[in-house]
């Protein structure tokens, strides 16, 4: 397969591991990291600082959680913003039902734009609404660099079914801790772990919360 990257900033990972991950949808896949490149900054959704490590910190950041997400799993991207986690997930694994679920205006428009274009229309759906006004349930919710964790699982636990991977930095284990009333009050347990894709070299830190 021929992939353009000519105007990328950033030096693309190598097409084999790329296509490892993605398989068959590895120039959509492609075709999302120029969206993000050329519009995602446009719109403001992402800094143009971000346009050249988007591969490693952003996409790939993503897709490193898949392994905790079981087979035909339903999933929602709580604050989904420019489609992190959700869309590259929806790429690698196309047996995943996705939502993408953001309460801005402009942010649901790009997401429709996104998901369009990348031909996704059959597996993800883009929902205007705030995660308190969702009622749906779903196997696994996933969020990235939305919010403190213990607002994060006010929002979320009445959504999940399964569990909450939520994308998180340095400070997690921090947040674990400030959110202890949050997660007792509620029964859930949360745990800080590593997430890795040993193709890709990519690990993401991770507070994965379940019901006890």
């Not at 087979?71 to 869309?87: C, E, K, R, W, Y």
């Not at 340095?170 to 202890?180: I, L, P, S």
Request: charged share 25%.
């Amino acid at each position: 397969m021929d992939i353009d990257v000519t105007d990328s900033l950033e030096p693309t990972p190598d097409p084999t591991v790329l296509g490892a991950i993605f398989g068959d949808r590895l120039q959509q896949a492609v075709q999302y990291h120029d969206i993000l490149v050329s519009r995602g900054v446009e719109w403001g959704l992402l800094g143009p600082r971000e346009a050249d490590r988007l591969w490693s910190r952003h996409i790939l950041n993503c897709t490193a959680v898949q392994s905790l997400i079981p087979t035909d799993a339903s999933v929602i991207d709580v604050g989904s913003g420019a489609g992190l986690p959700g869309i590259p997930l929806a790429l690698a694994r196309p047996d995943l039902r996705i939502t993408l679920l953001d309460s801005l205006l402009r942010r649901v428009r790009f997401l429709e734009m996104a998901v369009d274009e990348l031909g996704l229309q059959d597996q993800v759906d883009v929902v205007r609404a705030r995660a308190e006004e969702a009622t749906q349930h779903y196997d696994i919710v996933v969020s990235r660099a939305v919010a403190p964790l213990s607002r994060l699982i006010e929002w979320c636990e009445p959504l999940m079914m399964d569990s909450l991977v939520a994308i998180k930095g340095e400070g997690a284990e921090k947040e674990v801790r400030e959110a202890a009333q949050a997660l007792a009050q509620r029964r859930l347990t949360a745990a800080v772990i590593q997430a890795c894709d040993q193709v890709s070299n990519t690990s993401s830190t991770v507070v994965l919360v379940r019901r006890a």
